[in-house]
């Protein structure tokens, strides 16, 4: 799990020199990370990463709609079939991601919070 985060921290450091093409993908793997990490604390690992949809919201956040399902016993994730799912939002604004768990009543309830570091590449830090 601690490499999970240093992998999330690191990378997402690096986002401030990239394109938004790169920053989307960036978005993309940080969220598929923490959903991933919170399946796996739930001792859910059963169900497999099925979609990725982006949710048009306000213009200066970035949400996911990650869709996970649980296999049938054959190990096959089919889109006709009705198998367990569970689905996240995962929202991004500047240095902030929360995880949410959308519940089928159509309301989304928040399980991680991270803030990230502020980037200042090529700026040295000041020991003060």
């Not at 296999?71 to 367990?84: A, F, W, Y």
Request: aromatic share 6%; proline share 4%; with cysteine.
């Amino acid at each position: 799990m601690k490499n999970n985060i240093l992998f999330i921290i690191s990378t997402i450091l690096f986002t401030g020199c990239q394109t938004p093409e790169q920053a989307n993908q960036q978005q993309q793997a940080t969220c598929k990370t923490l959903s991933q990490g919170y399946l796996k604390i739930q001792n859910q690992q059963t169900y497999e990463f099925w979609r990725l949809e982006k949710v048009e919201t306000q213009a200066e956040q970035s949400t996911l709609k990650l869709t996970y399902k649980q296999p049938t016993e054959n190990g096959v994730i089919m889109s006709g079939l009705n198998l367990p799912t569970v689905e996240f939002l995962c929202t991004q604004q500047q240095q902030h991601v929360v995880l949410a768990l959308q519940q089928p009543t159509g309301k989304s309830v928040q399980v991680l919070e991270l803030g990230l570091a502020k980037t200042t590449i090529g700026k040295p830090k000041s020991l003060d």
